[in-house]
């Protein structure tokens, strides 16, 4: 696919793609089993059927370029890494792609929602064993060279009919037009099964040979009252807690992107953006690469904003202290074109969802200063993306 086929999708807000179709039409044609659903402040895009499927992501460029020699299918992959780098990716060449401007500024509910009561769920670890992981890793903390470490914990839920899952996204796309939303097909025996969430978070894009990285880490809850909203992000961007922990997640990003990146532009300081559940602390880094946008999300990925530092012992922490595998949990979704433009986030504010049940990720990040319970409360305000979904 030329760059002038992506040019929509990257193009500056509001400007709408050539040939694209309606963004909210089409987030309302998705399907689970049928394709993959992404959107951003930039624009979106329908992927559906699978034209070849791309398990190792060291084959993505060269299958891309076999693709566009050959005609046919859109040069485009998409999909979802894990979080574990070794493991299998969810990536594929779809049949056809459809680009969209960004979404409206509204977009249309699907269904009333799901009657609580018909709700069972089962927290791992409990709310009071992810204190004590939290307590673990502050003792490894003070005995050893772990500096930060992000520890997650789901919440799984199961109905007696199956979830609606395009009324899920839906909701999800509705509360969160400012960010990116994705529906990702993942491979199933035992009927559809997606990776569904709406990320804060762009782990990198590239267009024309400009790289953009968007680390965040500190966060605080959203108030209901404006002016305690306003206190309230004004205390998170002056605390040294918050900071610091944004500051081993912005050096590390910038130290991976220097190694392929020239004009490297790092700001001096964060600055406050919003979700509709929480505030963040947030950097925007700029540069130049001819790397391919999902080579060079590789090199970022683990960032310290999912992983910790050093990398290696956060990486071993977590092994050891979460009871459960994060799948593609604070993995990457995105997409890439055979030009190596492309846009990769990380998936956050997600679950995996399968017929009636689905397992929601939520995760904060440890440092030295921080208390058990409050991120313990981080991580339910987190969750509430994904429950006020369902």
């Known amino acids: 696919m030329t760059s002038e086929a992506t040019a929509g999708l990257l193009a500056v807000p509001g400007t709408p793609p050539t040939g694209s179709g309606d963004s909210a039409e089409l987030l309302d044609r998705w399907r689970p089993g049928e ?10 895009l329908l992927a559906q059927g699978v034209a070849r ?24 992959v998409i999909g979802a890494l894990p979080f574990d780098p070794t493991a299998p990716a969810a990536l594929v ?21 799901a009657d609580p009561t ?3 769920s089962r927290p791992v670890p409990e709310p009071a064993g992810y204190e004590a992981m939290v307590a673990d890793a502050l003792r490894r903390m003070r005995h050893g060279a772990l500096e930060k470490v992000v520890l997650a914990r789901v919440l799984d839920l199961v109905r007696d009919t199956p979830i609606d899952q395009p009324a899920m996204l ?16 993942l491979p199933s025996t035992a009927g559809a099964r997606s990776l569904i969430g709406a990320s804060p978070e762009l782990l990198v894009s590239r267009r024309d040979g400009e790289v953009v990285a968007n680390p965040l880490a500190g966060s605080a809850p959203r108030r209901s009252d404006p ?11 002056a605390s040294a807690k918050d900071r610091h922990e944004h500051a081993l997640v912005v050096d ?13 532009e790092v700001p001096d300081g964060p600055t406050l953006i919003r979700t509709d559940a929480l505030w963040h602390l947030s950097t925007t880094i700029r540069g130049r690469s001819a790397a391919a946008s999902l080579d060079i999300a590789r ?5 310290p904003a999912v992983g910790g530092v050093p990398r290696e012992a956060a990486r071993r922490a977590i092994g050891e202290l979460e009871p459960f595998s994060r799948g593609f949990y604070t993995g990457m979704v995105g997409w890439m074109d055979a030009d190596g433009d492309g846009e990769w986030v990380i998936a956050l504010r997600c679950g995996e969802v399968s017929g009636a049940a689905a397992r929601l990720y939520a995760g904060a990040g440890i440092v030295p200063a921080s208390v058990p319970a409050s991120e313990l409360a981080e991580t339910t305000t987190k969750l509430e993306t994904m429950l006020a979904s369902l």
């Open 35 to 44: 394709g993959t659903w992404f959107s951003g402040p930039r624009g979106g």
């Open 53 to 76: 499927r791309v398990d190792d992501p060291d084959e993505a460029r060269r299958v891309l370029r076999e693709t566009d020699a050959a005609g046919g299918a859109p040069a485009v």
């Open 93 to 113: 060449v779809p049949e056809a792609v459809t680009w969209a401007p960004p979404l409206p500024g509204s977009v249309g509910r699907r269904g009333e929602g």
């Open 118 to 120: 018909h709700w069972q």
């Open 170 to 185: 839906c909701e999800l796309a509705a509360r969160n037009l400012a960010g990116y939303v994705f529906a990702v097909d």
């Open 227 to 237: 002016d305690d909203d306003e206190a309230t992000g004004a205390a998170l961007l």
């Open 252 to 264: 590390e990003v910038a130290e991976a992107l220097s190694a392929v990146c020239e004009d490297l």
């Open 299 to 303: 090199r970022l990925h683990p960032t």
